[in-house]
């Protein structure tokens, strides 16, 4: 077993792991870790380990990072996708209590003791597959109770970091007469009451035209700034509603979904620090068109994938369904599906400087593969990892195949 570095007694214990292979290299090499980080990379390391652990030429790879989801929800949609993908109109499902409104009335009714056990498995199922961080939002409650609800049902001792998002500005409540109304009480009590608890460190909005306006979202974006809140923005998924366009005005941390842009949203974004999240499972669901990628790659866009988990539109966990989807359908290579599920994503939640690579200084979050590199990103629901290390500990080990 892998000593826990988190644990402070054990924060100066050195751990090597041996003969390793990195991504498309043929040589094998070590890396060194010390209090949870990678302290160097290299042929045959020397030094005063108290850990050893040889993988014998195993390919290794950073963990992943999945930074769009909306793990945390009660009840599931299994009726209404059955609708959907019988043709039946938007109008036909909510008549029948479809929608997202039918999971903010379960996700209100659940207790945190539920939303908690069902978000730990949920995580879990993450974690099988190679992800050593994890956005989650919340945006199910839309009242203020549920919204901390939905954030505290986060477990503390999770053996990953959670990365947290407040989405109130996800749909307009009934309670609500309009959108503006809405997000003027989020702007004015949920954003300050969210902050002050600590519960959320990013702030996301959907924008979309008879939703959140774009103009009208501006002033709430600018004050979950001003508050700290690092933003993101569900943008142009639908219609090209300007999403896109206020991330790169505020620095956002990402523009997500992305699907209706233009070559003007693409130069601005290439010209800007937001990556570009593409969700194209939920494209798939939805059944609409995939985003630009090749397009926003070959523009200079930094382009970073998720699966968007979710009961109403993307009710898959599987990474590699997402990663299958952007190669087959978006023309992306496997390099960069690689890129987007680590270097790019960590620079979408704004953690470029410390995970996505495995360079000497950054947490030695990896994984170990059985698979070569060719094998990557290609079976659905098959791709899972030998062995995944979070902050150098040995978090999950499949011992299916040994
Ligand atoms: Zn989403």
Known sequence: MIHDPRKSKNRDMKTLIQNVRLYKQKTLVDLAIEGGRIEKLGSNLSGDFQQRVDIKGALILPGFIECHTHTIFGGHRGFEMEMKFQGKSYQEIAQAGGGILSTVKATRAASLEELQKLTLKRIQNFIEQGVTTLEVK???GLNLET???MLESVPKDSK???IKTFLGAHAKPTEFASHDEYLKELTDVFLPEVKKRGLATRADIFIEKGFFEK???RA????AKDLGFDLTIHADQLTLSGGTEVACELAAKSADHCIQVSDVEIQKLAKSNTVAVLLPAADLYLKCAYPP???MIDAGVKVALATDFNPGTSPTQDLAFVGMLARREMKM?????IQAYTINAAQALGLEKTHGTLEAGK??????WDEDEDSLFLSVGSMKPKMVFKSGKLIFENRSGL
């Open 215 to 217: 103009d009208s979202s």
């Open 160 to 162: 990953i970091e959670i």
């Open 333 to 337: 290579t496997l390099d960069e599906v």
């Open 220 to 223: 709430y974006l600018q004050k």
């Open 293 to 295: 990628a090749r397009q």
């Open 363 to 368: 947490v030695a979050d990896f994984t170990v």
């Open 138 to 140: 919340s945006g199910y």
């Open 147 to 149: 919204e901390i609800k």
